[in-house]
DNA sequence: TCCCTGACTGGTT
DNA sequence: AAACCAGCCAGGG
């Protein structure tokens, strides 16, 4: 495997890994992800990542994951995002009438690392 | 290889 | 409040 595609591998093994430490009945944002996972500025990769997860079993609580406004953020697929709504407010996450989160409420906030 | 399209975000206008 | 914009970068045509 070239040197840039073990890289990049490794990019979205350190957003999977952070992804799976955020706890039930919280929620994290793109942005904070790449930020915990070492990698500043790259939401939108963590965002890419998430996507290509579609195709394979997931070990990952991807719908914990939500944009910075506090809304679930819309794919191409068509009810991915109502079924990641579901499993939230399964997990005990409350929508306002604005369709958010409240991030000062449910936001997870890890200690250290 | 160039060009486009994304589960994004924070700063400027 | 809303539109724009520059950083990011993988995959497919």
């Given amino acids: 495997m070239s ?3 073990q890289e990049r591998e490794g990019r979205w093994q350190a ?3 952070v992804i799976r430490r955020i706890p039930k009945g919280r929620v994290a944002t793109y942005g904070q992800i790449a930020e915990l996972a070492g990698f500043p500025r790259h939401a939108r990769q963590v965002g890419y990542a998430l996507h290509a997860l579609g ?3 997931p070990r990952v609580p991807w ?3 939500i944009n910075a ?3 679930v953020s819309q794919r191409s ?3 991915g995002d109502r079924l990641q709504r579901a499993i939230l407010e ?3 996450i409350v929508f306002g009438g604005n369709g958010r989160v ?3 409420r449910y936001g997870w906030r890890p200690r250290r690392r």
């Fill in 3 to 5: 040197d840039q595609a």
């Fill in 15 to 17: 957003f999977y890994r």
């Fill in 55 to 57: 195709r394979s079993k």
């Fill in 63 to 65: 719908q914990r994951v």
């Fill in 69 to 71: 406004q506090g809304e």
């Fill in 77 to 79: 697929a068509p009810d």
């Fill in 90 to 92: 399964a997990e005990g």
């Fill in 102 to 104: 409240d991030l000062e």
